[in-house]
Nanobody
Framework: QVQLVESGGGLVQAGGSLRLSCAAS????????MAWYHQAPGKQRELVAI???????NYADSVKGRFTISRDNAKKTVYLQMNSLKPEDTAVYYC?????????????WGQGTQVTVSS
């Protein structure tokens, strides 16, 4: 089992920045991919950014050039640096972690943290 604790959400004006953190604990030695999703009211949860155990990253088109995902494997933590925030970035942001136990995959979600960007 992996437990995830998120922090860093809040209210910010358009053009501002926030940094989200998600710390994993428990059975963390099998973690490979770590990611951030967001879900706006009335919409489906969507991938924002993902980072593999090797450090490869991928981003949603809407955040490319503004958001940066990173991870500290020693601290079992994934970060999302969000710059040049827009009102349309307002959503609940969820941390996602995938375990690979010998080819069997297990996924875990954080509790979510609210990000609100005012215009």
């Amino acid at each position: 089992q992996v437990q995830l604790v998120e922090s860093g959400g809040g209210l910010v004006q358009a053009g501002g920045s926030l940094r989200l953190s998600c710390a994993a604990s428990g059975n963390t030695f099998s973690i490979d991919a770590m990611a951030w999703y967001h879900q706006a009211p009335g919409k489906q949860r969507e991938l924002v950014a993902i980072i593999t155990s090797g450090g490869s990253t991928n981003y949603a088109d809407s955040v490319k050039g503004r958001f940066t995902i990173s991870r500290d494997n020693a601290k079992k933590t994934v970060y999302l640096q969000m710059n040049s925030l827009k009102p349309e970035d307002t959503a609940v942001y969820y941390c996602y972690v995938r375990e690979n136990r010998g080819g069997a995959y297990f996924t875990y979600w954080g509790q979510g943290t609210q990000v609100t960007v005012s215009s």
